[in-house]
């Protein structure tokens, strides 16, 4: 399978975390939109699709109203949880978390065994955690705006534990990315850069060693570009998103047509939205419909999540 997206952290035969610690403390709700809920067409069955993510058959699914952050959480809003929790992320436990090769400085690149021959991009760098994204001597307070990354799915868990919150389930998020639109590729319609500015932050130039020039792989504020018809940011690109569900392939065909959930354990979680590595001639999980999942322990410097709820009363 082509993808730019990243190795388990299991694969990399590097420590692991330990288990995950909930933590309790006050919401901090993030800007959430209303949305209807109502019937839609989920998943493609578009030959440019892949097939082997299970995104199609292509269905009717209807969600109940749910409300879903404008954005993903960002470094600032994540500080706020760890400060008020001390949450140590499973990347910290485990001393490393995965980083796309052109992010680490050229030097230290060479130190950095390699442990994935079909996805030789993605590097294990010690030290690297939501507070060092490129590693060390990266840092943040440049970049508190930002996706907060190298978080993973129990992280992102107990995120939405503190805060009152929850993750979106797969259905929710694709009925929110499409933003009102029927079946269209992209969260604004079918064409991928009708125009210029640029309308989502995904690989520039050609994939996986030649930037183009004034690119530079990597996240984006939380609030670049302009949101979809629903108000909501970055539903492509930028960094992954983890949901609810377990992943599966067969998702389309075993879930339920109301609320769907994959409750069905696999060892997966899914993940939504495609990253700045994503790009046409490669792997193009830009799209609404495309799927993505890692193991739940997993963290990259593409990874990230946004939150759901209950709809608000009125
Ligand atoms: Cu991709």
């Known amino acids: 399978m082509k993808s730019c997206c990243v190795p388990g952290r299991a694969d990399a035969g590097l420590p692991q975390p330990l288990p995950a610690r909930g933590g309790a403390g006050l919401p901090a709700r993030a800007q959430l939109v209303t949305l209807p809920g109502g019937e839609f067409t989920m998943g493609t069955d578009a030959a440019e699709g892949f097939a082997e993510d299970g995104e199609g058959p292509a269905r009717h699914v209807r969600v109940n109203p749910f409300a879903i952050a404008a954005t ?8 706020d949880f760890v400060r008020a929790t001390s949450h140590v992320t499973e990347a910290e436990q485990a001393g490393w978390s995965f980083v796309f090769y052109l992010q ?15 996805l030789p991009w993605w590097l294990p760098v010690e030290g690297a955690c939501w ?11 440049d970049r508190l705006d930002h996706p907060v990354v190298h978080v993973s799915w129990n992280d992102a868990a107990a995120y939405c534990a503190w805060a009152g919150l929850r993750l979106p389930t797969e259905a929710e998020w694709e009925y929110a990315a499409r933003g009102g639109l029927a079946q269209r590729r992209y969260p604004w319609g079918d064409e991928l850069e009708p125009e210029e ?9 050609s994939f996986p060693s030649a930037p183009a020039a004034g690119w530079t792989p990597g996240t984006e504020p939380v ?8 108000g909501l940011y970055n539903m492509a690109g930028n960094a992954w998103e983890w949901c609810a569900d377990w992943f599966s392939p067969a998702y389309h065909r075993e879930t339920a047509p109301v609320d769907p959930l994959q409750q069905r354990a696999t060892g997966r979680r899914s993940q939504r939205g495609g990253s700045f590595l994503c790009h046409e001639s490669y792997c193009n999980r830009y799209r609404v419909a495309a799927r993505g999942s890692n193991t739940p322990a ?14 608000g009363p009125g």
């Open 72 to 79: 993903a959480v960002s470094n600032a809003q994540f500080r």
């Open 104 to 118: 680490v400085e050229a030097q230290r690149r060479r130190e950095i065994r390699q442990v994935s021959r079909e």
């Open 131 to 141: 507070q060092r994204p490129a590693g060390p001597g990266s840092a943040i307070h």
């Open 197 to 205: 500015p640029r309308r989502c932050n995904i690989w520039q130039g």
């Open 223 to 230: 609030t670049a570009f302009e949101p979809n018809g629903w």
């Open 298 to 311: 997993s963290s990259a410097s593409n990874v990230g999540f946004r939150v759901a709820a209950p709809a």
